[in-house]
């Protein structure tokens, strides 16, 4: 039994798998007996477990399904789609950084999202802050045709499940469905379509006993790799023409704002479990 998650613990996993022996990895987050412990040593810990097991069956414990090589690969493809992602807004600022520092102020971020705008803005700067401001347009050139091509590999990996591949080709929606394919896959491992939605971690904190009912914020908790895919997605969906239910939801929940402190962060987030539950339904 592994109680640790990561591409590591799936391996080992596997290679106990491989000669026969039953493996079970356990998500870490959820054991208290664990995290909760003032001594923590590997030793103390496994003892924990083993006596965690003697006491509850298997369905009663967090048991994280192990991922097979091709969920293993789209994963990784999450990641480094991240990655790279994390590059450019980086190597962005850096350069936006540079035009405030030479007093240019009236160039925006907006003025960079394009090779042919950023070569033109670059020409503006004074020649002490144009070899760094080469540098880095080489950076953005090398980080923008890896994303192309890992944009390429997503679509290939969604043609091979009929679920997820569909006709819209809208970047953020691309990735978003292979994250979804990668962490939840089919979604028959959840009982109902709410369970998918907590999966995500993108519903509210409830705490109801007897006649009160509260309803808190967020919770942090969640597959980190969709969160991040799914809020962009629903954020291009508001701002495009043709936005669909959670453009409406939107619409009609924001100008609810000044009278009950909705943001416009909080009136996407409200949609997205929504969402979630319509795909798991599908």
Not at 84 to 97: A, E, F, Y
Not at 172 to 179: C, D, F, K, M, P
Not at 231 to 251: D, N, T
Request: glycine share 4%; net charge positive.
């Amino acid at each position: 039994m592994n109680r640790s998650i990561g591409s590591q613990s799936f391996r080992i996993a596997k290679s106990i798998l491989n000669k026969g022996i039953q493996v079970i990895v356990l998500n870490p987050g959820d054991l208290a007996t664990i995290y909760q412990s003032l001594k923590k040593t590997d030793k103390e810990d496994s003892l924990k477990i083993a006596r965690l097991i003697q006491r509850f069956p298997i369905e009663e414990l967090p048991v994280v399904p192990i991922p097979n090589d091709e969920e293993e690969d789209n994963r990784r493809l999450c990641s480094e789609q991240e990655n790279w992602t994390r590059q450019l807004t980086q190597s962005k600022n850096r350069l936006h950084s540079l035009f405030t520092q030479a007093g240019l102020t009236h160039i925006t971020k907006k003025h960079l999202r394009t090779k042919a705008n950023r070569e033109t803005s670059v020409t503006l700067l004074p020649s002490r802050y144009q070899k760094e401001a080469e540098r880095i347009l080489k950076v953005l050139d090398l980080v923008e045709q890896n994303l192309k091509l890992i944009e390429e590999e997503i679509k290939e990996a969604l043609k091979k499940n009929k679920a997820y591949n569909s006709n819209n080709h809208v970047y953020a929606w691309v990735i978003t469905s292979l994250a979804i394919m990668s962490y939840m896959g089919d979604c028959k491992r959840f009982s109902s379509a709410k369970q998918a939605a907590y999966y995500v971690g993108l519903v509210p904190r409830v705490d109801i006993s007897g006649d009160s009912a509260y309803y808190g914020r967020i919770v942090n908790r969640g597959c980190h790799s969709i969160r991040r895919v799914i809020v962009q997605a629903a954020w291009s969906l508001v701002r495009c023409q043709h936005g669909g239910k959670i453009k409406e939801f939107y619409q009609r929940l924001y100008p609810k704002k000044p009278e009950f402190g909705i943001t416009n962060a909080k009136a996407i987030v409200a949609e997205i479990p929504k969402e979630l539950e319509r795909k798991a339904r599908s």
